[in-house]
């Protein structure tokens, strides 16, 4: 199976040699892991906020896998961020073991991504809760392409990165008087 890169590449390829022009754009999808009050003792409760990017046609979907010996509980009807989605959670399964699935369905072309997915879980992981594989699906259910989430950094981190430059640069501007 050719990865997404090379398909589009040879598509790209094939239309440039016709004098036409097409656009394959990789689908992105951010978190961010929210740490919530924990409702039943000795269960760490969490949600994650998805930003997705890219463009998906009706009936296009994306799958988050959510590894069975780390998540368990996923929010079992999560809210659709708009009218767009259709989503659905399905739980992970430790003992045999089965990976759970946070899933989102296009219900239109291009389906509005403004508003992000987000789905809340019980973490059994050791540390935090970070990066995921996920799938995108046509409307076939055939894998369009695989990759991993990314984190989206905290606000105060910019907040330090921010307090850190005006320190540098009002220390370069004491050196060079």
Not at 43 to 67: H, K, N, P, Q
Not at 145 to 154: G, K, L, M, Q
């Amino acid at each position: 199976m050719l990865s997404v890169r090379w398909s589009c590449g040879l598509l790209l390829a094939g239309v440039f040699s016709v004098g036409a022009s097409v656009s394959c754009a990789a689908t992105s999808i951010r978190y961010q892991a929210i740490d919530l009050a924990d409702v039943v003792a000795g269960e760490d409760l969490w949600r994650y906020a998805y930003t997705v990017s890219g463009s998906f046609d009706a009936f296009y979907s994306f799958e988050i896998l959510f590894d069975a010996q780390a998540f368990a509980s996923l929010e079992s009807a999560p809210a659709a961020p708009n009218t767009d989605w259709l989503v659905s959670a399905v739980q992970p399964v430790p003992a045999i073991p089965v990976d759970g699935v946070y899933s989102a369905l296009a219900l239109v072309a291009n389906a509005s991504l403004a508003s992000p997915f987000e789905v809340a879980f019980v973490w059994n992981g050791p540390g935090l809760p970070g990066a995921q594989p996920f799938n995108v699906l046509d409307d076939t259910f055939g894998l369009v392409e695989s990759a991993t989430t990314i984190p989206i950094p905290e606000p105060r981190i910019y907040g330090l990165m921010g307090a850190g430059l005006l320190l540098l640069a009002l220390r370069l501007r004491r050196r060079s008087r």
